[in-house]
């Protein structure tokens, strides 16, 4: 599968027909897959901790998740991969789940915003087999096993997992090997926007890459730092690496 290199962290070339067909063969070949994203944030994060960064590099899959990365790829000369932002094509992701008659398992968010999310999967008329469990539980004592448990005897074809970065990596890191799912995909706050307590930008704000000051303007405290210097820091880091390599 083509890929170029954004910084320290590999981010895929693919369409969202091309990863499907990808996501089929990956349950086919019955050995367990990571599937992850790359955004401004996530590439900070892999350009500061090695460990990120070869979590990314290893993962099956990573995904566009963000204009700044189309125009990192275009700044560094690279061929510009296309973007599959998770508030959108998650819808397309259920259906072909539900083509394919996938099974799936959501872990992540409050416990009202993970039933909601699942409530409102079904609204929206998918049949899916379909389970989850909250996020807020302890990740590093027997809670974590009982939840482990709960996911194991669901046995799903895909677990989507929404702790954010970079928690879910090192969940990921942790318990792959206990965990009988046969692909995990990362989606950070895919729950908040499923279950609607994120409410979506309009298209037009996503079409100009401005989606991020949408978000910001919701929640300025907990993602000022990120977007305000972590914008700036990374299309630093991208023309220095432009110029010096």
């Known amino acids: 599968m083509k890929s170029i290199q954004i910084l320290k962290a590999k981010v895929n070339i693919l369409s969202v027909e091309e990863l499907h067909e990808e996501i089929k063969g ?3 070949s019955n050995k367990q897959s990571v599937i992850d994203y790359l955004n401004i944030y996530s590439a900070n994060i892999a350009y500061e901790e090695e460990w990120f960064a070869n979590f990314l590099n290893t993962c099956s899959i990573v995904l ?15 061929e510009i991969p296309p973007q599959i932002a998770y508030n959108r094509w998650l819808w397309e992701f259920f259906s072909f789940c539900q083509s394919e008659s996938y099974s ?10 993970f039933s909601k999310s ?11 087999s379909i389970d989850g469990y909250h996020g807020y ?9 009982e939840v482990i448990k709960i996911i194991n005897k669901f046995s799903p074809d895909i677990l989507l997992v929404g702790f954010g970065m970079p928690l879910q990596e090192k969940w990921v890191i942790e318990n792959r090997d206990k965990l009988n799912a046969k692909v995990i995909i990362l989606g950070g706050a895919f729950l908040d926007w499923i279950s609607g307590s994120v409410k979506l930008p309009p298209k037009i704000v996503t079409k100009l890459g401005f989606e991020w000051l949408y978000r910001l303007f919701l929640e300025p405290r907990r993602l000022a730092h990120r977007y305000l ?15 010096f390599h």
């Open 26 to 28: 990956l349950i086919r």
């Open 64 to 78: 566009c998740d963000g204009k700044g990365i189309q125009l990192g790829a275009y700044f560094l000369g690279q």
């Open 104 to 113: 799936i398992f959501l872990l992540g968010a409050k416990p009202g915003i």
């Open 118 to 128: 699942i409530d409102v999967i079904h609204s929206k008329g998918y049949q899916l």
């Open 137 to 145: 539980f302890n990740r590093s004592n027997e809670e974590n096993d």
């Open 229 to 243: 210097v972590g914008i700036p820091l990374f299309f630093y880091r991208v023309f220095f690496n432009r110029i």
